[in-house]
């Protein structure tokens, strides 16, 4: 057996697919519900791959609360600081 363990950070979850980014991996999309059903946008998420040796593939799927827990932390820290410094200026497109 081999096997590997990655991090997603759930980036969307809308009409039944889930958007996860993973640690400078391409986004991936996937059908929503191969995650813990309890998970949400900014969730952490440890995912286990493990190629058995006949050949067939275990994907385990958890939610990190800790770790998305202490993302949402530091998402709230960094838009208090950019509201700090926004001077509410235009905004040009």
């Not at 969730?43 to 067939?56: A, C, F, I, N, Q």
């Not at 958890?62 to 200026?89: F, I, K, N, P, V």
């Amino acid at each position: 057996m081999r096997g590997t363990e990655r991090t997603w950070n759930v980036d969307a979850v809308e009409d039944g697919l889930a958007a996860v980014d993973g640690g400078g991996e391409p986004r991936a999309h996937l059908p929503a519900w191969l995650l813990p059903p309890e998970a949400r946008e900014g969730d952490v998420l440890r995912v286990e791959h493990t190629v058995e040796l006949d050949g067939s593939v275990i994907v385990r799927i958890r939610l990190d609360r800790a770790a998305s827990e202490q993302a949402r932390q530091q998402s709230r820290e960094l838009l208090g600081r950019a509201a700090e410094t926004d001077d509410g200026g235009d905004l040009y497109v």
